[in-house]
């Protein structure tokens, strides 16, 4: 019963190098809340949880439909919304 608890604990000497890498775990902690492969995905979703970005994105989608717009289907609102968007992030 002890040889069987023993075989659960890692013994570590100092100044020996570790033996057994895959039998245990690393204990390696990441605090980063992006990485690269996430970036532009959580950050938009982080964006656009703002109500006011929804706002002034659903205002450039309008700008575009000829019934609504006053500026020639341009959305000048998209522009400072992408310029406070990369601000934040």
């Given at each position: 019963s002890v040889s069987s608890e023993a075989s659960q604990y890692r013994v570590v000497k100092l100044l020996e190098p570790i033996q057994d890498r895959e039998a245990f775990c690393n204990n390696v902690i990441t605090t980063s809340h992006y990485t690269v492969v996430n970036?532009?995905?959580k950050n938009l979703s982080e964006q656009f949880k703002?109500?006011?970005n929804i706002y002034f994105l659903m205002l450039s989608f309008l700008q575009t439909l000829p019934q609504i717009?006053?500026?020639g289907h341009v959305p000048t609102i998209l522009l400072?919304?992408?310029f406070i968007l990369l601000l934040n992030a």
């Open positions: 970036f532009v995905p703002k109500i006011p717009t006053t500026t400072p919304l992408v």
